[in-house]
Structures are given as structure tokens and as C-alpha cells.
């Protein structure tokens, strides 16, 4: 159920951890050269930051803010206005791609910890690594001898592992999600201000923007009360998040200059770059294991296999005198050269003369009609003659070979009363012989009908001499397509990406019905919450959907569709109503069985 937003999400990592490695070398110079000039790092820090400050002018493809359509492309005409609009959206982007990661973590730790006590104890057994394989086996075998509850305890103590992380991830995730649905529901109030004169709402935009990194601030820095003595996170949660304040500027201007708006938005990027800084190393603290750290012993195993295999063939290599893998590495080239001889080249060929060709330039079958007519009026013949002997009367050359066939039967009834002389004086050994011609004319006859019947299905041979090669062609089709496609995300064409976008809406669903259960309770924090998961949510289904959409001519709809789901001021029933119309009519969002 991840679409995973992209744009510059990468490059913010990159300066995340350049950032957080920075003050830690800077950190670690001090207390080894004490003496050193303290301001010499922090005036390169000052050098780097700055350089960071300024903003992107490309957003990545995500939920627009709730600004007026046509307002968009005049906000970007003038140079102040630009910035206040790009400071804006990467503010906003910032937020759900933080959101994201924090998402990515926290869906891990709860199914693990919706998952029976066998599994978290195997989580905590084999899939944190080669060290808590070590610890936590010797734990367990420890326990076992003493006191028999071993199981239990490591039950118990995986239990509050994961539910550490998982208080830590929530209250991280509620507090972005809180500010991130303020800030929406402030851009959305100020919206027609902004289409109009941006820098005029600018002042009173930047101090709710203020009040909301203090809120922030706030929020987060009572996380370390979250953390408990015998805490498994390793490191403490020392490190402060510090947001710069706005200067108090007089609120009796109207309007703010140049150069105070430049201020303000330097200012705003410092802070968003401090809790970009902040939330990697929390996060990091919190993440999930990566997959070489959970699938180690898969990996292990198959380093050591790799490393058997490498020193077998190290042994039948040139490398040792043996000659083995040349003489492996022919006779492999010669079978393939075969393969694709007999069950590719010829059964090709064989195709194309039957189809071409048909039964005009085939190779002389087994036996001919030809040969079958002369056999056939020899037999006749012979019939004739003896016939005639028998009867001593002349039969016409068209009398039937059945009626003289009966008159040789009859006379080798009575030639078998005296077998040997009549083999000797008599007619036996002529009537055998008529018999012997009989048996070659059936056996020529069903010789030739088998030719035929072979000669037609000549194209059927072929094709299955043909079929392994298709089938194997076939395979390694699928599995590139496959590999290319990769349709396990939202953004992907097969059925398991449709799938997944389907289920981003049931997400939207539950959200927004979540968000007025809430707000009917008068639960206003939480409230926001859900508001601002909301809007994540919609970032996700808008970048999933927007390639898909474009591709059908469906875009213009489904994205107002999405942006009304976004407003504020909207009733929950008319946004349910929109949810299930963008179910039941978008052709990327309908199941694949409607499509067919």
C-alpha cells in the first residue's frame, strides 16, 4: 500500500546525513583540539548551510497547495512572489516525504507487533542481526536452565522493544501531521490573498508559521520522556531541536520589504533543514532493520555457498592445471548449438516448407501410389488366370478380385486335404503364392495411407519440436517484463499495483471518517491529525494515479477530485461521495475483472 513519493527526496537525504556527520566531526575536532579556533567549523557549517538555503524551483509531482488554479503561473512571474510560493510547496513537501519515511517505519513495528509471540520472538532471535542472534540465544538458553520461562520473558521483552518504537514513530507522526494540517488549512484560508499579492499575507503567514514551529518544538521535545531507563534505542535523546524565531517586525506595515521577506525565508529553510536533521537521526534511532540486517543468515548462507562454488571451480580451472572447465564450457556450447538446432532452426524451417511449400517439394515418402496400382494389377492378373484355369471358362478382364479372390480360397480348402502332393502336382503352392501378393498389396496399402497421415501432420511435428524453445522464450519474457515493471508499488501498470491504489482510497475512507469521528468528540488534536494524514494520504494517491490518468485522458477529473478531498471546508458526506465515485468510474482505479 505504498506509493513512494520521489522528486528530491534523495538529495535531502544526502544533505541530512552530510549535515549530521559534519557537526559530529565538528564535535569530535573540538574535543581533541581544544585549543582550536571554535568559529573556524562553524563558519564552513554557515558556508555549507547557506548554500542549501536556496529553494528548488522544481517541486516533485504531488498535491499542489489549496491555491486558486489560475493563480499559479501569475504567483510565478515576479521574483519575491516565486520564492514565497516555492518556499510554500517545499515546506509541504518536506513534511510528507518525512511523513513517509516515518510511515514506512511505523507499518513495519505494528505488524510485527500484531504478530503472534512466536514471531516477535523469532524477529528478536534472527532477524536483528548476527550479534542479537548471539545474545539473545544465549538469553534464552540461560533462562531455560534457571528458571524454565525463557520463552515468556524474551516475549515480554520483544513486546516492549517494539512498542517503544512504536510510541516513539506515533507521537513523531501525529506531530508532523498536526502541524502539517494547520499549515494546509492556513495556505487554504490565505489562498485568494496569495492568487492576488503574495507578499501582502506573507507577514501574518510567516507568524503562524512561526507559532507552528514552536508548537513543533514543543511537541517533539518531550520525547525523551518517552524513553525509560532500560530503554533498547541506542544513544539518548539529548540532541535539541532548535527553530530560529522571526524578528518582531511592526505589524503596522502593510506590506513587507525585500529584504525582510528574504530574511523570513531564510529563515524558514534553517528550520526546515534543523528538523530534517533532527527527524533522520530520530528515525534512524527507531527504523526498521534493513533487509541485509533482517535476511542475514539467508545472505550468510549464500556467501559461504558462493564461496564453496568459487573454490570448486577454482580447483577445475586453468588456475590449478585442470582443464575441466574448458572441457565443461565446450560440451555446454556444443549441447546449446544442438538445442537450438533441433528445437529452433529445424522446427522453424519445417514450419516455413510446409507452409510455403505444402506438398509440392517434400522428399519421396515411403511408398508410392504407383507402386501400390502395379502390385494391385499383378494380383488381378494372377486372380485372372487361375480362375479361368479352375472354372476352364474366360472370365472379363473387370471381374471382381473378391469373386476370383473365393475361388482361390476354395481350391486351397481341397489342396490342404492332400498337402504334400498337391504341393508337388497340384495347384497349393499357386494358391499360396496369390496369397503372399495379397498380404504385400494390404501391407503396401497401409504404408501408404500412414505416409499420408504422417505428411500431414508434418506442421504439428515441427511445432513440437519447437515447443521447449517457445516455452522457454516465453518464461524469460515474462520474468523481464516482470522485472521492469515492477508492479508491487501504486505507480506500477499489473494487477497488484491496481490493487494497491484501491486500497489507498479505502485508506482515505477511514481517514476522513476517522477525522469527523474526532471532531464530533471535539478531540481537536487529534483531529488535526487526521487531517494531516489526510492530506500524506492524498499526496500518495495523486503521485500513484497522476501517469495513469494522463495515459486515459482521465487527469483533469480525478485531480480536481483529489483536491476537493483536501478541502477543508468540505462536508465528510459529499467527500465519501467523491471516494466512491472515483472507485466506480476512473479506469485506474477500477479492479482489473471490470476492465476485461
Not at 217 to 236: F, K
Not at 538 to 553: E, F
Request: one cysteine or more.
Amino acid at each position: 500500500m505504498e506509493a513512494t513519493p520521489e522528486g528530491n527526496e534523495s538529495s535531502r537525504d544526502a544533505k541530512t546525513l552530510i549535515s549530521f556527520y559534519s557537526n559530529y566531526l565538528s564535535n569530535r575536532f573540538t574535543s581533541l583540539f581544544p585549543s582550536f579556533p571554535s568559529n573556524f567549523l562553524e563558519k564552513i557549517s554557515n558556508l555549507y548551510r547557506q548554500t542549501l538555503l536556496p529553494i528548488s524551483t522544481k517541486r516533485r509531482a504531488g498535491l499542489p497547495l489549496p491555491l486558486p488554479t489560475n493563480s499559479v503561473n501569475s504567483i510565478r512571474t515576479a521574483s519575491e512572489a516565486s520564492r514565497i510560493y516555492e518556499v510554500l510547496n517545499d515546506i509541504m513537501d518536506r513534511f510528507i516525504l518525512n511523513l513517509h519515511k516515518i510511515q514506512e517505519n511505523l507499518q513495519f513495528w505494528q505488524s510485527i507487533a500484531e504478530g503472534s509471540n512466536a514471531r516477535k520472538v523469532y524477529f528478536m532471535i534472527f532477524e536483528r542481526g548476527p550479534r542479537a542472534f548471539v545474545n539473545g540465544s544465549v538469553q534464552l538458553m540461560r533462562e531455560a536452565v534457571t528458571d524454565g520461562s525463557a520463552m515468556q520473558n524474551l516475549s515480554q521483552s520483544s513486546s516492549v522493544y517494539i512498542s517503544e518504537r512504536i510510541a516513539v514513530l506515533s507521537s513523531l507522526r501525529c506531530s508532523l501531521a498536526v502541524f502539517l494540517a494547520q499549515f494546509y488549512v492556513e495556505v487554504n484560508k490565505c489562498g485568494k490573498e496569495l492568487a492576488e499579492d503574495p507578499e501582502k499575507p506573507f507577514s501574518s503567514l510567516m507568524h503562524t508559521l512561526n507559532g507552528l514551529f514552536s508548537k513543533l518544538d514543543a511537541s517533539i521535545g518531550h520525547l525523551h520522556a518517552l524513553r525509560q531507563n532500560d530503554s533498547s534505542v541506542e544513544g539518548t535523546y539529548s540532541f535539541p531541536l532548535l527553530f530560529e524565531t522571526l524578528p518582531e517586525i511592526s505589524q503596522e506595515e502593510s506590506q513587507w520589504t525585500n529584504s525582510e521577506i528574504k530574511e523570513a525565508i531564510n529563515l524558514v529553510c534553517t528550520n526546515l533543514q534543523a528538523l530534517d536533521s533532527y527527524l533522520a537521526l530520530m528515525v534512524a534511532k527507531h527504523q526498521k532493520p534493513s533487509n541485509v540486517t533482517r535476511y542475514w543468515i539467508r545472505y550468510t548462507c549464500g556467501a559461504v555457498g558462493l564461496s564453496v562454488c568459487s573454490f570448486w571451480l577454482l580447483r577445475h580451472s586453468r588456475l590449478m592445471g585442470s582443464s575441466d572447465i574448458d572441457i565443461w564450457i565446450r560440451e555446454a556450447k556444443e549441447s546449446t548449438v544442438s538445442f537450438f538446432n533441433d528445437h529452433v532452426e529445424q522446427p522453424l524451417l519445417a514450419i516455413r516448407d510446409e507452409l510455403l511449400d505444402t506438398f509440392k517439394k517434400r522428399q519421396k515418402g515411403v511408398m508410392d501410389m504407383e507402386e501400390v496400382k502395379l502390385t494391385s494389377d499383378s494380383l488381378h492378373r494372377m486372380l485372372l488366370a487361375f480362375s479361368e484355369q479352375t472354372k476352364g471358362e474366360a472370365f472379363p478382364e473387370n471381374a471382381s478380385d473378391q469373386e476370383m479372390l473365393e475361388i482361390v480360397m476354395l481350391r486351397y480348402e481341397k489342396e490342404l486335404v492332400h498337402p504334400i502332393q498337391n504341393l508337388l502336382h497340384g495347384e497349393l503352392a499357386r494358391a499360396l503364392l496369390i496369397q503372399v501378393q495379397k498380404l504385400k498389396l494390404d501391407i503396401e496399402m497401409a504404408m501408404l495411407e500412414l505416409d499420408q497421415i504422417l505428411r500431414a501432420n508434418e506442421i504439428n511435428f515441427a511445432i513440437l519440436a519447437a515447443l521447449p524453445a517457445f516455452f522457454l522464450s516465453l518464461g524469460l519474457i515474462v520474468a523481464v517484463r516482470a522485472w521492469f515493471r515492477q508492479d508491487t508499488k501504486a505507480e506500477g501498470r499489473g494487477r497488484i499495483a491496481r490493487i494497491q491504489r484501491r486500497l489507498l482510497i479505502v485508506e482515505i475512507e477511514k481517514t476522513i471518517m476517522q477525522y469527523q469521528a474526532y471532531f464530533d468528540q471535539g478531540l481537536e488534536n487529534d483531529a488535526q491529525c487526521m487531517f494531516g494524514l489526510l492530506i500524506y494520504c492524498l499526496d500518495r494517491l495523486y503521485h500513484a494515479v497522476r501517469r495513469h490518468a494522463k495515459a486515459t485522458g482521465e487527469w483533469q477529473c480525478l485531480k480536481q477530485d483529489i483536491i476537493d478531498l483536501g478541502r477543508p471546508g468540505l462536508q465528510t458526506s459529499y467527500k465519501l461521495i467523491v471516494t466512491a465515485r472515483m472507485e466506480r468510474v476512473y479506469d485506474c482505479l477500477l479492479p482489473s475483472l471490470k476492465r476485461q
